[in-house]
Structure formats: structure tokens, C-alpha cells
């Protein structure tokens, strides 16, 4: 029964490596593009045609490919006779909607792109109807809502067009995601995605909790893609669409996807109350209502648009009535609705081409001026009708047969009558469709002369044509065995008795029908009143609900995204605190704590005043942070008394850091304030200070409580192995230092970086800055008048002198003993800096800067290398990076010393702080130049000494005047 | 001791938080200065207190402090160092750039929602 | 040669001593190490001073550090008194304008700096040109007294010194 | 004795430090504060060093040395800022 | 010890500073030398790559220190893959901003953006929590200077706002670190992984909150529910070949909670238990619902971008919170997806608006140049972001989805994820139709008109009239990636499955860095 | 004999030690005391200087007599703040004078200049 075929995915591939051909070949001209686009369909039917004698023996042709097996997710193919039939409707009409499309398209139209689009699309399709494997149809499923997209907003000048391509959109892409979610449902009662699996467990998955969750996700994403009511008003939206495309895809092809899901899905999911009640009514409903509204269309193509909801309505309704002969009508309606639509679509085009209108109330009496269209649409339009001999007649008979026999909703009646009303309209515009367009008095008011198209466009047209007589005459010969593998594939099991033929005898359908032929004709005869009734009649407008409805949407979602994400970051910090707070607390509560096992510490007075004194300004620093110079003056008492914390607490060297930083950073701010407001207005009311004084206080409470808690209970820490091994392996005997430099000089590394990327940000920073804006406003920036006069007072100049050197001494002997004592690479880069700094304050930047010996950017470049390479060093001797080594030396005038590759890193280290902190000072100081400080040549003000020289200069001034 | 010190931590934390959410940046950063204070207590406080032992090793001590949440707190001073520096820049930019020190910001921009 | 290598002989020298102090033990290895640091270093800084001032009579200069001392340690006391007995509104202070004959920035810069460390003064601005000295009196009823006084007792000796 | 003399020290200076503070909040003028601030500094130099003699050891010393510095140029700083409002230029 | 290990960090933070000063004047030298450091170091990462592909755990110990003493960097398939995946982005950035002229505009492109391809590396690479925070703190201060990188207003004040929002962020870190060093007396991860599940429920109190607070500092960088308000702001003011690089940064949180929250705060933990995994799945879950009203709410582009990478990121963390390997294999699956996917979408932003007049703003504008090509390309990356078919996202969606399907809340779950997908897809097509087929009848050739004008700071240089094949490349690589991502899914998430195991079975893990130590450190060697 | 030979250099610390206390206190009482800035400015400049003056000198001799290491340390703070003092009074003294005195209210400089808060120094446009 099963015979494998590599044939199978090479024909799903084939559009898509066709598609790529167009899209390269644009600008080859049109009839190399359409070649390039049809041989990849006829190619694909070949293959299908070699396929076909297998599957309509009884066979599937089956071909698998691992994909992604975790997921379940398998490039699984199968062909079956439902896969066969509509395998051969896509690449069918797809053919010859390509070569219509060839004449249709104007000159101006980029055709390399609308075919790609076309076998895009026409690969996604035929991925479908073969996948085996549910996920994969999803993934073809998406597909097809994607290129339908493109195709609907082909002409992308369109607003109509570009509207519809997004409702499609939309709307599919909405059923199709709500289709996973049913997958993912089935596949898991299942316990496989592959279809094949999933179609033998029908009675499980019907059986299972599941089932009807599962089933509406599935049904939502079928009605979505096949415009079944209430998701009916995206299609006619899509006619904005090229003709050809509207042929192909809202006749055809993708509107059917779903039609085509249900039939796939039947064995599994139908037979059930859920299924019968949803399915038919939604299906009913989705009849009758699309032919009411076609009826009333003035436009040709929506007119059409109408009626393919309706027969979509038709066929949903056969699928849903759940009765195996109800299945097999289905089938052969999906077949004569194929032919007689398709052509409908195309003659439709044909019209709006020659007469550059489809608006029915502008037409009239085209049968005259374009005889072969007006045949093919009239034949067409009549099967539609479903009027005898043509196959149209053949299926709508056998349906309401089907309809006449269902018991819905208690009885037969309701269905009865609906479905003949529903007939009875579908009657009423096929006629006015060819009475209104074709027949009447010829006009002399076209927006453009009407003649027959040239032969090429009416190919496609005609074909179907004479589809629709032949299958009319003879359908046993031509549609029965098809229809015969194909029900046979939906139902899953052993097929009904039945016949295809024209004449079935007296039946309630034959009286149904002709209620609906004479009664869809006096409905014409009387479509004026009605038409005036009808657009009297105040009724739903689907595209302004759904543009209302997506336009609320979208405002709901920026206002709720505008207020959440408003840009007020003190906002989003505040919640992020709370947050924190709240669940540090709840997870506090998820575990139990043990007793304390440390007993506190006194607390000597003196520590108590310093308590008292870093509470204080820290209080204060928050009360009267408007005025900024004074909330730095405090945070420099707190820095001063956290640094006192940390002498008291046993750690010199985060007391040395500490202020040095302190300092530096004061520095920083200072010189950033300068062009700042030197007050903070008040302006956050009230209750933000309340809730954010609410939360600092619980932020603040959480860290104490935190802290206080650990502080209160002993751990074991990896530390003891440092202060061992601080001596023996790291060559130091300031702990802090060796592990800084050696167990995790790696930190270090990295945090040196930090460093020197910092300088290297605000020096970027700084140039944008004054090649920005920002420099009009430097530019702008005025001094207060009554700033103190001396610049570079004598006194600070001559003490920098001495002071300079001596820090610099200061900072090399904290370099030096740093390994050892308190001190190191980093606090040393920060003395020295703070020692140039001295000289910058006493003498000005610019005269300082001349004098520099080293670019800034140099030194954190050699800085960062420098300790890099140390660190790289040790892999000469194959150990891991920064490994260190040292030894003790004697060099005979000085004392024995110790070389340590720790301590080159340190220097490594050195360099970059300088050169970072002198950067960002330079940085900053270069805005103040541009803001029109001027530059000093000399030291000081004014060298007294000059004095001598001046009084020389005017005595001698005095002589040569006397 | 360790009330005072977990106290202090809480005090600057407070303190640090609340200037943080402030709405100027100039008061934000001295928030975050503080704040990084409270942090580098914090985290120094987690190798539990010791008086008058420090970590440098002699023959005459046999106890001392644990001088590994120290050298966490020396990489910490260092990070927020240049974190800082690169803040106040960034504010001294926007503030010229702008002519506001404000941190929030609005967005105005408008655009078409749909046509 | 020597000059560009040794720009400031007396700095080395301090920093030399500074070095010992700062290592705490004196031994020849850390002198010499002093030494090569207190040449290096101002070599370094060299061109943040220009000029090498001109500093004779190093007995004149001990002697006056150590007048300065002692003037320090009795102002301190004087200013103890004034502060801690005498009645806020007795106390009398007053603006002194010091004229200077110095010239040297150094010796300029020393002499203010004793003004400030010595009894109730402080000295709060020089001229635009450097040719005079504001000082603050904290307590004086005869300002032309303590001007003649920091003239003769200071002055005259760091005119001697910076030659 | 030196015991006494220590913690008589430490209560000058601590009350130092206090009164300092308040000068530092009361100001009234900004010279007030960095004045406050300067001598706080001070203060707490002669804290370090008499815990160093407290302690007996002469580890403080580097910190007290250097705060004595950067003291100096935060005080130069914070002065050259209300006086001139660039301190580098 | 396979001393290139270390590579991915010491390559390009010594390229940096060579990039920084000896180049600093000679742009086209910069370009050359950073994009030839960039080729070298994805060779290094793929090697790696396939290093770790038989599962081996290879551990690097700086400065020859014994674990857990020193600090180590452990190199296993996760980490590798991801400092592959740093690298390759890292070219792919590098190249882009190269093409378009991006590293012009500002001083030090190069060298910045080495170094935080560096600190990212570093960060996937270290085993040692301290070490992590160190590095983030190297890639987030990298990543400042980078976000602001150019200047002009606006860019400057959602700098500010992130650097503001990334050192409470960095206090916070700090603090969990305390906290864990408090408990557990150990920073190594492997370590902790013991220490940590040592300690009884009886008293696990603070080493749940360090747990906790750690969550929300790689919470904040992932851009996670509640604190996950910088990352639009700053994504959308960002130079978009940067904001292409934090694709991967957001990326460092989502795998810094799933090593840490699996080795070390794992489930099976007695005293954590499923503490992160309940806190992580609403947020993540509420992420997604913001990223998609976000995307749906968009007036301009870049936002519009920047809310999807909040949505992606929010799946990615929704399969991270599940705590299970197949939920784990799916993530990393996603992950890679996404970091792919946002990065072409904004590369792609970037040169639609540097051609497009009227900036950003999602309104009708004169015609761009090249219409056609660049929509295609924006078009492939916003269904991969989106989650359509046939690229790696729909795939990726669907494995989220299947292994969330034993969680709890299912129903919820799917229904949020599912909806967000429909809410990005339909912004997304409103954005892209707006962008390429709506065009006013402006004539494109008077772009300097006064109203029109691009702002100066949104685009690097006037806009250039054609695409050059190498300002393409990049995106086509990413987009390509994407599809490769897709078409060899079954080999990578078996990859990835493989990957996931090792994660949540951390005694390989414990035993590289702890057990098979090759010999400690002969202390007495130096004597 | 062995105990004189502890207690005199027990006392001269001890000494020195609360001297410096006791100025420090001073220093403290004139910052409260003392009606302004320029009076104020008195108080910490002396006082404080020599406050810390005795405790170092304290300091300096603990070490020498009674730990038996000799420690010159502290002569390096002492030199510090002797170069440093002056320096920050007189920068304290201008930024006070330059926002609450007047150039008026001080005496002439008896000079073509005026005090250096309020006259710009001389240059070339105005030396002549």
C-alpha cells in the first residue's frame, strides 16, 4: 500500500528553487520570466503525473527525512489520493494562472517579483497537501499566509492592496498560530506529529480531555484561512490583489487550505456532536450569508469573493455534517468549484483589463464586444447557478441531497430551508453576474473600449470552461475516479455507495433546486427594489470593525507601552527596587535560619562618633542634596568615615583606596559641576518623594537586615588557604595584595581594563561632544563676574613645587612595598595622579599639559599590554596565564630585593590608572578650554620677581626719555 | 560592632536609593556613590569583622581578618571608580547636549499609526 | 649637563631623606636607593619648575625654622588663650597690610606660610603683583606693631637666605 | 599611663570631629564648610595615628600620610571651585 | 592546559589598546587590524567549538592556582558554543559598522567594541561568580561608551538612563556576591554547586536571597520582567551596529542564570528548590506580553525592533525558567535564533534608515533607494524575529512551546506566547508596509529638504545612494545563518540537547574544576 | 631604676599626647565658638596644626623609646602639614573674601594693584 518515492520532496521543492529564478531573471523580460516560472510547475506535474498511477491504484507514495526528530518535527511526505487531488489543482491551475498572468501584468508591474511570489507560494501550498507531518504543514501553513501577504500587496501602491495584505494577514497568521497550539494538543494526545500516526488514534484523540480544545484551535486556524464566518471579511479585502493571484489563491488554492485541513483532519476529529454543530453551522451560516452579500456587490471580483465564501460555507457545511457521502460531495465540489471559479476569476480579470472597470453598474452588454470571454463566463457563471448539464448542478444537487437527509438542531427543516435560501441566492448572482455584465444594451460610457483579450489570456479561462462542461457530461469518466481516491483518503475507511451522473431521479433536491433557480430568477428581476433595500439596511461593515479593532489594539498597546515605558528611569528604578526587596523577602521566608554563633563586637565611643558622624552626613547629604556643591562636601565626610570604618575593621588598604578614589572622584565631579546647575530645582511632588522615601528606607532596611544577619553566624572561606599560601606561593605578605595580583590577578586584569576603557570612553565622549550641539553651548558659556581674579595664586605654585616630587616619592614607595604592606600598583597610580593633579590645579591645565612626557593614551595602552603580557609571559615556561613567579636578588649598592612578575603586573596596573584618571581629566578640562578659559603660558599669575626686571625696564624707559 | 556596621550599611543604602531616584542626574550620581559605599561595606562585611588584625602577615599574629572580601572590595572601589567617572561624563554630555540635566526623558516623537 | 641631570640639588637631597623616612630604617642599600629616586624624580618633574631659585646660607635657614617653630608653638598657646577666655566681642581682629621687598616666589611663598603658622595670623591674599601681603590679625590692638614685627623677624631673615 | 593620655587624645579629637560636623552643616558660608571639612580631615589624621600608637603598630601610617595629601587637594579643589569654578584650568 | 582557553580574552583585549593608541589615527589601519583580530578569534572560538563537542569540560586555572583558590575559566559545550556565537557576531558587527561608516563617527569604535567582545567571552568563559561580575562590569562599560558612541541628544540621555540602570544593577550584583560569600564562604562555581547544596532548608534563608538577588542582577541584564524598562531606550537610541552587539549582551544574563541557577542555585538544591524557576516564569511570561504590545504600539522603527528583542528575549526566558534539559535544549536553541535574528534586524534597520529620509518614525516617507532589497532583507529578518516560517524562529517557537507543554499554566503559557507571536507579526507588518510600500510622491532625489532630513545623529553619514555588496554582507551572513539554523536544526538541537544535558548534570562540571586538579601548585618550588 | 627608665618615656608620650589633645580641643572650641570665618580660620590652622603636631611627636617617640623601632615616619605628615596649612588657609580666606568682603572694606595695597581676589595680575597690555 505504501511505496516510497524520492520524486515527492523534489516536487515540493521545485517552486521554491523556481522561485529563486524569477526574482534573478527580472530583468530578462517578461516571457523569460514566465517560462522560468512555468517549467518548475510543469516539472512538478510531471513528477506528480509519474506519482499519479500509484496513488489512484490505492497506494501512498510516502518520503521521509529526519528534521528536527526532537521535536518530532519530520520533513515527512505523503501522497495520498486527497494529497494527489489537490497536488493536481495547485500545479494545474497554477500553470495556467502563470501563463494568464504573463498577458494580464502590464509592462510596468516587476513580474520577476509577483512570480517568485507565485511559486513561493504555490511551493508552500503543495507543501500542505503532502506534509505526513503536522508540524510540517504548519510550517508550510505560515508559508502560504506569508506569500499570500506579498501577493496580496503586490501592487504596493495601492492602499486597498497593501490594507488587504495586512488583514490576510492577520487574520490567517491569527488561525494559524491558534492551529499550533490545537497541533501541539493533538500531537501530544497523539504521542506523535507524524499525520500518519496521528489519523490511526482517532478514537483516543476523540476520546481525550483535550479533544475539544484541541479541535476549536484547529477549526479556528481552518476558518481563518478559508474566510468561514465570522473570519469571511478578509477575503473579499484580498481581491485588491492582481486578477491572476485572486484566481489562484482565493479560488483555487489557499482559501481551500482549510477545506483541505478538514478533510485531512476528518477521520480524526469528526464524527463527533462538537464537531457536526460547529462545523455545519459555521459552515451554513458562512453560505448563506456570503451569497446575500454577493448578491448585492457592484464589483465583479468581490461579487466573486462573495460567492467563493459562500461555496467555502458549502463545503464546510459537508464536511461538517460528518456523513461519508456528505464527505465524498465535498470532494467532488471542491473539484467543479475549482474549474467554474477559477474561470469565473479569470474572465472577471479580463473584463477589468479591457474595460479598466468591474464596477456591474458601469457594464453591460459586453457580450457583443468580447463574444469568447462572455461565452466562457457565462458558462462558468451558469454551473455556479447550478444549472444543469454543467458540473456545478451535479455537486450542489448531491448537497442538498446530503442536507435534506442531516438532522440539525432537531430537525431537518431549518437546514433544509437555509440551505436552499442559501442555493436560491447563489442562483440570483451567478444570473446577475452574466445578465448585469454581458447582457443588456451596449453603452457607450466605458471607461475604456471593451474587445476580446488576446488568445493567451483566454487559454487559461477556456480550459476550465470546457472542464466544467465535460465534467458536467461526463463525470464518471473524468471526475469519479478521483473522487473516488480522494473521499477515499478523507473518509479513512470503506467508501459510500454512489454514482456521479447527471440525473438522479426525483429527490427533495431536484424540488430544492428548482425553488432555488426560479426564485434566485425573480430575485434578479427584482435586484433594483432589492439593491435599494439592501443598502438601506443598516448592517455590520466587517473592515471597519477589524481596522477598529486592530487600531484599538495598537493604541491600547502604545499608550500601555508609552505609560509603562514613559522614559522615567527614576520610575523603572524604583520598581526595580521594590522588586528586589519584595523578593529578596519572599525568598527569605522560603528558608529557615540557625541561631547566631558569633558574638558581637563593643562598640568603643569612638566608633560611636563616627558612627554618628557618617549618619549624619549621610542624612544630610540627602536633605539638602538641591545644593550639589554641599552634598559633595558631605559625601566627602562619608567617603572620610567609611574610611575610617575600614582602618578601625582591619583593612588599610580599602582605606588607602578608599580616599584616594574619594578624592580623585570629588575631582571629577567638581569639573563636571562646573557646567552643571549648581542647584536641583524641587520639582517631584510629594508623594513621589513619600514612595520613594518608602522604598530606600525598605531597601535600606533589607541590605541592614541582610548583613546584620551573616554578620551574627560564622562560615568556613576558602580565605585561609590564601593567607597559607600568601608567603609561600604568591611571594607577599600583604595578603590583600597577592591575591589581587596573583590568586586573582585575573580580576585585576579585567578590572584595570574597566579602567583604561573608561578613559577611553569619556575621551571619545568628550570629542563628540565637541563636535556636537554641545559645543554652540560651551561656546555660550558664560563665568560668573565675580569670580576671584588670581588664577594661579604664587603660593599653591611654589608648594605644588615641593609637594609634586615628594607625593610622587610617596606614590613610588606605595608601589614599591605594596606586595608586602598596604598599598600597590593601583593606589600608587592614584597618588601619582593626584600629584599631577596638584601641579594642574596650581598652574593650569594647558601650561601643565605642555609639559606632560607621556600621551595619557599611551599609558593605558602600555598599561593594559603591559600587565597582559606578564600575564602571557607565563606560558614560556607552559604555565596558565598570569602565573606568577619571583625571587629575591642582590645587586650590591642596594638592599636585597624582590622581583616579583606580580610586581610588572602591578605596574601594569600603575599606567593605566594613571593614564585613565589623567584622560578623564583631560577630558573634562578640554570642555572647560573650549568654553573659552584661556591658556596661561606662564606658572603663576604673576612672577613677583618680574618685579626687579619691570622696575629696571621703566627706569630705563625714565633715562631714555630724560 | 556589627550593628553599627549592618546599621551604616542600611543608612547608606537609604540614602543612596533615594537620591538615586531622584530626577536629576547630578543628585543620581551622588545616589550611586553612596550607594556604592553601602555595597563595598556590604560586601567587606561578608568576611565578618575583626579589629586591629589585619591581613598582612608577621610572625607575631595568629588570627586575622579575611583579606579575600577585601580584595573584592578593592576590584568593586576600582569598577565603580571608572563606572562613575563615565557617568558624570555622559551626564555632563547630555546636560550640554540638551540643556536640561533631567533623567527622564519623553518621547515625542510621532509617527502614523496606520493609513 | 649636570644642571639638566640634577635640576633642584636641595629637592634631591630632601627626597632622599623623605625616602628614608618613608621606608623607616636607614641603611646604605635604602640611601642608595633614596638617592637614585631623588634624582630620577626631579629629573621627572623638572619642567613643572622652570627656574632653580637661588638659596644661600643654609646656617640662616635652620635658624630661621627653628625661630618658627618656637613662634609657632608660642602662638599656639596665645591663640589657645584668646580662644578659649577671651569674651567674643573683645576680641579684635584686624586686616594688616604687609608690603614686601621679597621677590623670589619661594621666599614670597615661605613667608606667608609663617605668617599663617605664627601667633594670630593668617595670611589671606598677596597683591595682583605679589608686592604686598593681606594678613588677618585675630587679636591685635597695634596692626602697624605686627606688621614692623613679621617684617624684621621674618622678612629680613628670608631676604638673607634667598639672596 | 600612656593608656589615659591615649583615650584622653581620642576624646578631643572625636569631639573634634563632632564639632566639626556641625560646622560643616551649620556653615553658614560654602569657606565655612571646606574650613570644617579641612580641619575634620585633620582631625582624623591625629584619630589614625594615635590608633597606630593605640594598636602599637606604624601600618596606619601610609593611610594617615596620604590623607594628609589628597586632603590638601580635595580642600584646593572644593576652594578653587567656589573661587574660580574650573579647578583645572 | 590548553592555554587557548584563554584566547577569546586575551586576543582582543590586547588588540584594544593597540587599536586604541598606536592606531588611533588611521581609520582604515583600525578596520583592517580589528577585523583581521575578529577573523582570528572566530577561528579560535570554532576550535573551541569543536573542542568541547565530545562533551570533554576543560578547565583553565590563571595563574596556576588550585580551584577553588584561584580562578578558573571552565570551557564546556555551553560556554564554548556561546563565545563562538560572541565571535562570529562580533565579525559580523564589525564588518557592518566597517562597510557603513559607523566606526567613523566617533572616536575608538574599534577598540571599545573589542573590548566588550572580550568581556562578553570572558563572561561566558569564567567559573568563578566574582570573576563574572568583574567581566560584566568590562562588557557593560564597553557597552556604554558604545551605546553613546557618536553622541547627539538623544542618545546621550538613554545612555544615561542605562549607565544609571546598570550600576544599581552593578550594586546589587555586588551585594549578592556578598551574600554568597557570606553563606558560603567560596566564589568558585563549582564550589559553591557543593556548598550550596550543603546547607539545609533549615537554614537556607540567606542563601535564598543571594539566589534571589542574583536572579534580578541577570534579570536586569537579560531585560526580564520587572526590570526590564532600559532595554528599549537604549537599543533604539543606540548606534544600531552596537545595539546588533547587545543582542548578544542581553544574551550573557539569560546564560548567567542558566549556569548559575542550574549549577549552583539548581532545583535539585534542597535549599533553593524551585524558587527561581517560580519567580522567573510569570516574568518572563509578562516579557513577552510587553515586548509584543510594544512591538504592536511602535511609532518608530528602532523601538518597534527593540520591543521584539523583549519579546524574543522573554521566550528564550520563558524555556529558561522550565528548569528541565528539554526546555534548556530548546532555549539554547532560541537563543541562538534570537541573537541571530536581532542582530539582522537591526543591522537591517540600519540601512533602511540610513537611506530612508524622515528617520525612524514609522510614517510614510519618500521611496528609499534599493526598495526592493532592502525590504526583502528586512522582510526574512522580521518573520525570523516574528516567528513565522520557514527560518529558524518558527522552529524555535515550536520547541519552546513543546517542552512548556509538561509545564504548569500551559494553557496560559501558550496562549501568551501564541498571541504576542500574532501581535509581533501584525506590527511588524504595519511597520513594514509603512517602510516599503507606503511612500509619499515625494520626489527621494531632494532629500536635504529642511523638514526631512535625517537626524544627523541617527545616521552615521548622508545616506549613501547604493548598497555596496560588503555593506550587504553582513546582514545576508546573519540571514544566512538563520537558514542554516533552520535547515540543519535536527543535527544543532541535538548539538544543544547534548549541551543541555551537561548543564543539568554539573558533575563533570564539579569534576573538571574541582577534583581533577593536576596537582596543586608547588608551593615550595620557589624557595 | 628600670622602672624610671619606662616611666620617663611613658610620661614625655603621654605628654606630648594629651598636649596635642588638648589643642586639638581648642582647634574644636574655636570653630564654635569664634564669631567668623576669619577668626575661625585661626582656630584649626594652629591649633589643629600642633594637635597633630604632639600626637605625631607622640607617636614618634612611642615608637623610639617604647617599641624600640625607630620610626621617622612621622616627620613626614608633620613636613605634609607644614607646607599644606598655610596653603589651604589662604585659599579659605579668598574664597570667603571673595563672596562676603568687599575690595573696599580692606585696607590699599599701596600699590598700582589691587589684592589679588579682585585685580587681575599684571600682564603685558596693562604693566606698562
New interface residues.
Partial sequence: MVSASGLLPVMVLLPFIGALAPGLMIRAGRNACATFAAVPTILALVFLGVMAPDVMAGNTVTAQFSWLPQLGLNANFFLDGLGLLFAGMILGVGLLVIIYARFYLSGDDPMGQFFTYLLLFQGAMLGIVVSDNILLLLVFWELTSLSSFLLIGYWKHLPEGRQGARMALAVTGAGGLAMIAGMLILGNIAGSYDLSVILQHGDEIRASDHYLTALILILLGAFAKSAQFPFHFWLPHAMAAPTPVSAYLHSATMVKAGVFLMARMWPVLAGTEAWFYIVSTVGLITMVIGALIALFKDDLKALLAYSTVSHLGLLTMLLGLGTRLAAVVAVFHIINHLTFKAALFMSAGIVDHEAHTRDIKRLGGLASLMPATATIAVVAALSMAGIPPLNGFMSKEMMLEEVAHADWFGGEWPIIILATVGALFSVAYSFRFIGHTFFGPVRDDYPHHPHDPPVGMLISPALLTVMVVAIGLAPGLLAEPIVRVASAAVIGGELPEFHLKLWHGVTPALFMSIVAVLGGALFLWQHKRLDRAWIATPRPEAKPIFDGLVSRVALGSRRLTEVAHNGAISRYLAIFTAATILLGLAAYRGGGLAAPTREMLPVPPLVGIGFVLLVVATGATVLIHRNRFLALILTSVVGLMVSFGFVYLSAPDLALTQITVDTVTVMLMLLALHFLPKETPRESPMGLRIRDGIVALGAGAGVAALSFTFLLRDVSTISDYHLENSYKGGGGTNVVNVILVDFRGYDTYGEIIVLGIAGLTLFALMEALLNGPASRRLRNFTFPPDRSRDRHPLMMVIATRVMMPIAAMVGVYIFIRGHNLPGGGFVAGLVISIALLMQYMASGFAWAQERKRFAYHAMIGWGVVIAGLTGAGAWLAGEPFLTSAFGYFKVPPFEEFELATASLFDFGVFLTVLGAVMLMLYSLSRLARYAGETVNEEPMDYDPSRRVEVARIEEQEKKDEA | MELVVALSIGVLTAAGTYLVLRLRAFPVIVGLTLLSYATNVFVFSSGRLAVGVPPVLNDSASTYTDPLPQALVLTAIVISFGMTAVLVLIALGAFLESGDDQVNVEDKTTGEGDA | MLRRLLPHPILSVTLTIVWLALVNTVTLGNLFLGAVLGVIIPYMTAPYWPNRPKVGAPLRAAEYALIVLWDIIVANVVVAGIVLFKPRSRIHSQWVVVPLELTSPEAITVLAGTITMTPGTVSATLSADGAAILVHCLHTDDPDGVRDEIKSRYERRLMEIFK | MITYALIFAFGCFGFGLLVTLWRLLAGPSPADRILALDTMVINFIALLILYGVWRGTAIYFEASMLIAMVGFVSTVAFCRFILRGDIIE | MNHWIIAPVVLPAMLAPILAYVMRFDIPLQRAASITGAVLLTVIAAGLFMLTADGSVEVYRLGDWPAPFGIVLVLDRLSAMLVLLTAVLGLVVLVHASATGWDRSGRHFHALMHFQIMGISGAFLTGDAFNLFVLFEILLIASYGLAIHGGGKARLKAGLQYVIMNLAGSSLFLIALGTIYATTGTLNIADLSEKVREIPVEDAALVRVAAMLMMIVFAVKAALFPVQFWLPGTYASAPAPVAALFAIMTKVGAYAILRMHTVVFGPDAAAIGALSGDWLKPAALITVAIGAFGVIGARRLLPLVSFATLNSTGTLMLAIAAFTPYAAEAGLYYLVHSTLATAALFLVADLVLARRAGGDALAAAPATQQNGLLAALFFMAAIAIAGMPPLSGFLGKLLVLDALRVAEYTPLIWTVVLAGSLLVIVGFVRAGSQLFWKSTSVDPAPKAEAGLAPDPALAPAAPTDRLGPLQVAPTMVLLAGLAALTIFAGPISRHMNATASQLFDPSAYIEAVLVDQPMTKDLEEHH | MEQELTMLP??L???F??I?????????????????????????????????GG??I??ML??NM??G?????????T??????????????????????VRNSD??????????????????EDN??
Fill in positions: 611613658e610620661l608620650v603621654s605628654a599626647l594629651v596635642g589633645g588638648i589643642f586639638g580641643l581648642v582647634g574644636a572650641i574655636g570653630m564654635i565658638r569664634l564669631p567668623d570665618l576669619m577668626q575661625r580660620l585661626h582656630a584649626p590652622t594652629k591649633a589643629t596644626t600642633l594637635g597633630v600626637a605625631l607622640g607617636s612611642y615608637f617604647i617599641e623601632e625607630i620610626s621617622f615616619h612621622e616627620l613626614l605628615i613636613l605634609f602639614l607644614f607646607l599644606t596649612a598655610p596653603i589651604t588657609a589662604n585659599f579659605i580666606a579668598k574664597t570667603y573674601m571673595q563672596a562676603f580692606l585696607p590699599e595695597t599701596g600699590r598700582r594693584y589691587g589684592w589679588a581676589v579682585y585685580d587681575d595680575p599684571p600682564n604693566i606698562n
